[in-house]
Each structure stands twice: as C-alpha cells, then as structure tokens.
C-alpha cells in the first residue's frame, strides 16, 4: 500500500508533463499509420506540423503489431490518420478505441464502393492496397485534405495550395504509368508478385496482375496455387516474377525453381515497393518515387 501511495504521485506527474508538452509544441503533431501515408500528409500540410509514420519503412502493416510505445505516440499524437479498409488489420480495435477521444481521420472512407475490389462479401476482404492507383489514392488523399482543413480550419489556405500541387503531380505520374504499361501488355507480358497487392495496378493500368498469396500476408500459398502459376508462366512466355520488399521471398522463389524444372529459365525482379516506402534516401523514399521505381522495375524486367 505504501509503495502504491509512493506511486500515484509519479504517475500524475508522468501524466502532467506529457499533456504539458503537448500543448507547448511549436507545432501540432499528426501520427499517420504506415510511411506511404505520413508522406501523402506531408505534402498536404507543408511545415504546418510535425508529421511522423507509426511504421517505419519496411514494415508489413498487415502483420504489424502495436507495441507499447506505438500506443504512447498515439495517445499524444494531436491527430492520428490511419488508412482504414483493415489494412492495419491488428490496429482496428484501437481505432475504435481511440475514436472516442482522440482525433482521427480514415483516409479510405469516402472512396466509393463501387471503385473497391473484394475478394469475398465479408469486411476484411476489401483490398487495401488502393495507393497503386494513383487517380484512386489521389481520392484518398483529396478527403484527407478537406478533413485536415475542418480540424484547423486557419490552415486552409495553405492546405488547399498544397493538395492542388501535389494533386497535379500525381495527375502527371497517373500518365505516365498508363504510358509505360501500354508497352508491356504490347509484348503480351503479366505482372507475378509474391502476394495479391497489384490488383488496383492491374485495373488502373489495363494489364494482367497475378499473386501467389492472397490480399493479406497473413495468407500461405498452397501447391494448388504454385503448379497453377507456374503453369501459366511458362504457357505464357513470362519474362520475370517480382519478389517484394516487406515480404520473405522463399514462396516466390519456389516459381522460379518450378519453372526451372520445366525448362523455362525466369527472371526473380525486385523486389518492388508494396505496403511500405524505401529508405528516407533512396529512390523509393517518396510515394510518387516509389511508384516511379517500381513502373521502372517492372517496364525493365519485361521487355528484357
């Protein structure tokens, strides 16, 4: 009792400092899930706050876990802006929880139902990775600006020249991926990745996208889906699969050595950028960056 009675002035002190130091920042601090969305907000919202990715780069979020500090940045973050559609499928209850007393924003909410691909009826079979349309992750990032601009509405000047520049650029990428893959479906080439993350690619771009895995990492490729692909790639005359950067390749090498054993040598790629961005100074380090390298990899690996 006498220990407890030492402690619950230490704790209210701990708990004093850290909404002190909250409210004595020079600028607000927006906590954004994964590092493909704390860069989109960074180019929204300029130097008006401190902008920081719960994960880093090269994290899984669909196997990310919150430890206790994650939960501690969260709960002092003045704005948490995740990216919704069960991408951060283990965080999904601690949104709820948050919900009732921190700001939030869900990046995903308003895109249309319509223009999401499922691979089933239930919630969690959405496909997340919608960041790989560019036109559609532009939708995305349009709502979180109008949202930013309701939670401080004095930055909304600022925000609005922002988000017009930074939509314009992705406009432009937009073009030039629908350029680039014009080429490779002229040499009757498909893109084979490790997991189902490409899909909206596929759709965006008009070219034929396969996974070994499912939407979710958490997914295991079974013989069924690695004779099949196999099959396909060398019925095909597919030049490369792509190994990816948050995900072991050991499934995806298992095609190379199938296709092997029937006599068709195939290029493994990559890995391509999927559900996180590259180191800070790397080519990838940026959403449009990373797009652009991963265009590259891909524009490279099959018409070679």
């Avoid at 990775?129 to 939708?139: A, G, N, Q, R």
């Avoid at 068709?264 to 652009?292: F, N, W």
Wanted: some cysteine; aromatic content about 8%.
């Amino acid at each position: 009792m006498r220990k407890l009675l030492y402690l619950v002035p230490f704790l209210l002190l701990s708990f004093a400092c850290k909404f002190e130091n909250k409210e004595e920042r020079l600028k607000p601090k927006i906590v954004a899930t994964t590092s493909i969305l704390a860069d989109g907000i960074r180019n929204i919202v300029g130097d008006k706050a401190e902008v920081v990715a719960l994960m880093p780069a090269g994290v899984d979020p669909h196997l990310y876990k919150a430890s206790v500090r994650d939960l501690d940045l969260l709960q002092e973050a003045d704005l948490v802006i995740y990216h919704g559609l069960f991408l951060e499928g283990k965080m999904t209850e601690i949104f709820e929880k948050l919900a009732f007393s921190q700001n939030l924003i869900n990046v995903s909410e308003e895109i249309p139902q319509d223009l999401l691909l499922r691979s089933g009826p239930e919630a969690h079979s959405v496909d997340p990775h919608i960041w790989f349309d560019v036109s559609l992750w532009s939708k995305a990032l349009a709502h979180a600006s109008e949202e930013l601009i309701i939670w401080k509405p004095d930055w909304k000047t600022s925000i609005t020249t922002n988000t017009e520049s930074y939509l314009s650029e992705l406009a432009a990428l937009h073009q030039d991926n629908l350029a680039k893959v014009a080429e490779l479906r002229k040499a009757n080439q498909s893109l084979i990745t490790a997991h189902d993350a490409f899909s909206y690619f596929g759709k965006a771009y008009n070219l034929e996208v396969l996974g070994l895995q499912g939407l979710s990492t958490l997914s295991e490729p079974g013989l069924r889906d690695l004779t099949g692909l196999v099959s396909f790639i060398v019925e095909r005359n597919i030049h490369a699969v792509f190994a990816e950067q948050t995900i072991s390749p050991k499934a995806i090498e298992a095609v190379v050595a199938g296709c092997a054993n029937q006599n068709h040598e195939i290029k493994l790629a990559g890995p391509l950028y999927t559900d996180s961005l590259g180191a800070a100074d790397s080519s990838a380090g940026t959403y449009i960056g990373m797009v652009k390298t991963n265009v590259q990899v891909i524009f490279e690996s099959l018409t070679k």
